[in-house]
């Protein structure tokens, strides 16, 4: 049962994931309340579920990476409840709350279910992964191109350079607003590509997938588009900064997707 309670947990805080991916783009500030609530519930389970697993087991729940991934999100929620009680501040649910769905869908893992039993549906779910992973790219290419045009209209603009006809570049605004919705896009189909890539997997080859250096190498490129994500609706980092990141996160996938595709292999030859 402990699975169950689990993955009752990883269900409550997807609502989290859907509240955090909404503020960016400014139309989630009023549902912040409900999404608590299901945060808070989340924990709940999330507590019966190690309970019951540490009965079941015998020994305190911290013997595999399934269960250190359950332990430490739930350690993450419970120090920002106790953070949001005494002060109040929610900002920090647009980062936590993604990072402690995805680490519990992890920990939800660790016990395999019925393979597919439909093909059909099989490759439905893989085409979904792939083309919402795909349209998260042609995003964040937009974010990276818009970035690099960004810094050199700064750049020129420093130097009093005015371009004009053919070369004239966009105004810096225009382009900080392309880099910021490119960037929130991509950062949306790519969470969901990495839900469907992670689901996916667990059904295809059970445990396994967590050995998987394509699979790591994404969720680490997922961490890092999520901190950039944070430290532009936190911070409020516009401009040359995020320009910069954007640049980053577009390296990282480009890394992601060489390995997906075999550079890995050239590479340890």
Sequence with gaps: MSV????????????GLIYALLVMFRKGSRLFTPALAAFTAGVVFHLVSIVELRAELGHFPISNFYETSSLCAFLIAIFFLLAYTVYRVSIFSVCLFPLVFFMTLIGATEFPIAP????????AWLLVHVATVLIGYAALILAAV????YLIQERQLKRKIVGSGTFALPPLATLDTIITQAMNVGFLFITIGTVAGISWAFIESGTRWIRDPKIAFFLFTWGFYLA?????????WRGRRIAWLAVSVLSCALATWGIHFGLRSLLVQ
Excluded: H, K
């Excluded at 169950?4 to 609502?15: E, I």
């Excluded at 818009?146 to 045009?149: F, K, M, N, T």
């Excluded at 950039?228 to 409020?236: D, H, K, P, Q, T």
């Design 228 to 236: 950039m994500i944070f430290l532009r609706v936190s911070a409020g």
């Design 116 to 123: 597919w039993t439909n093909p059909g549906v099989r490759n």
């Design 146 to 149: 818009a970035a690099v045009v």
């Design 4 to 15: 169950f309670w689990l993955r009752t947990a990883a269900a409550l805080y997807s609502c």
